[in-house]
């Protein structure tokens, strides 16, 4: 198994609301400090990996270290999170001058939540259906980090109905196949996006 896969499966999850400010914390043994080391922040985002801070130099204007390697201290500070920049998994890493051997790593699964759109329901407000023909009613939400719950439900009830829950390119979709009959006249389905 190579040192990314670990790295991926021993990372802390880690939750902020987008345009908050949040700090990843890398702590190390203090006495890695004595040794001429490299000390890096790295991001990994749609499967792409790059360098978002070097030693105390950060690469982005939103970011900054808390760079104290005699604390055994190397924090990211992120300020006005932005789903499409941070969301995704930050890399502390303390290498070894000279060979590059990995001395320390510290890993986050960064979600930035954001709200979903609202719900839009296709085929309109008021579908009128026929009695014994199957009738689909499809519930959309754009957008959501995490992906949004998109539940429908029949008036009066708690209770979610079983509907095919499909994701594409940031949209969610519910869809609620009924077959009506005369009992289900005037009824109505409400669609709750979460």
């Known amino acids: 198994m190579s040192s990314a896969t670990a790295l991926v499966s021993d990372a802390d999850s880690k939750d902020t609301r987008e345009g908050e400010d949040v700090t990843l914390e890398c702590r190390f043994a203090p006495q890695l400090s004595s040794q001429n080391n490299t000390y890096f922040w790295g991001r990994t985002r749609s499967s792409t990996f790059e360098n978002v801070a070097i030693q105390q130099a950060p690469l982005d204007p939103n970011y900054r270290v808390d ?3 005699e604390q055994g201290r190397y924090d990211l500070v992120i300020s006005n999170t932005s789903f499409d920049r941070d969301n ?26 954001t709200v979903p759109g609202p719900p839009r329901i296709t085929p309109g407000p008021s579908p009128s259906a026929t009695e014994g023909k199957v009738l689909e009613l499809s519930c959309s939400s754009r957008g959501g980090s995490p992906e949004p719950l998109v539940r429908w439900y029949k008036e009066g009830s708690n209770y979610p109905l079983e509907a095919n829950i499909a994701s594409r390119n940031s949209v969610t979709t519910a869809v609620l196949s009924l077959t009506p009959s005369r009992t289900d006249d005037g009824v109505v389905y409400r669609c709750v996006v979460r």
């Open 67 to 69: 760079f104290r390697p």
């Open 88 to 113: 995704g998994q930050f890399e502390c890493q303390v290498r070894a001058a000279g060979s590059g051997r990995n001395l320390h790593s510290q890993a986050y699964n960064l979600t930035v939540l």
